[in-house]
């Protein structure tokens, strides 16, 4: 099943959770592009050619942020490639006038995140069942998956929440 089936058919009472974003759509390939997805070929995870790969199908697009500066345009640019284990996200966003970055990496190194879950079809219930294949990772699904000790454990150890670091240092010192 294709990803747009998968949400419309097999999470339709989720499908309100989700919004299109004109001219944000990927294309999906086998081929990874050796301007756009240089990251993949410097360490991949596995051979490059194991991924599929995805650009922006406009090559990029001006939209107005939700959340990170609400109402002000972002110039969205995407690269993505995705393993069986691992997901790679190249992911900016720009001032579309002054071109600064508001967030994403300047170098182009892509969010490489582990593969926490995997989605199966139950066919008795007829239902979308996920389910934990990275146990070390289960207590990033959220408060049903860990204690709060655990939590702040974990936190402490990677430095605790990125949004810290988005704010200045007299913000950081009134939390």
């Not at 990874?32 to 596995?46: M, N």
């Not at 599929?52 to 939700?66: K, L, P, R």
């Amino acid at each position: 099943m294709d990803w747009p089936g998968l949400v419309l058919d097999g999470w339709s009472e989720d499908k309100d959770s989700f919004e299109s974003l004109p001219n944000c759509d990927v294309k999906w390939t086998k081929s990874a592009d050796p301007v756009q997805h240089a990251y993949a070929f410097e360490a991949p995870p596995t051979r490059v050619e194991d991924a599929v790969h995805a650009v922006m199908v406009h090559g990029e697009a001006i939209v107005d942020s939700i959340t990170m500066i609400p109402g002000k345009p972002i110039r969205i640019l995407d690269q993505l490639s995705l393993w069986e284990k691992d997901f790679w996200i190249n992911d900016r966003g720009l001032d579309p006038v002054t071109g600064n970055f508001i967030y994403g990496n300047h170098r182009g190194i892509p969010y490489c995140m582990e593969r926490v879950t995997s989605i199966f079809k139950d066919f008795e219930s007829r239902t979308w069942q996920r389910k934990v294949i990275n146990d070390s990772l289960e207590w990033t699904m959220g408060p049903d998956y860990r204690t709060d000790e655990q939590y702040d454990s974990n936190m402490d150890q990677i430095g605790g929440p990125s949004t810290r670091m988005n704010l200045s240092g007299r913000e950081q010192q009134k939390q």
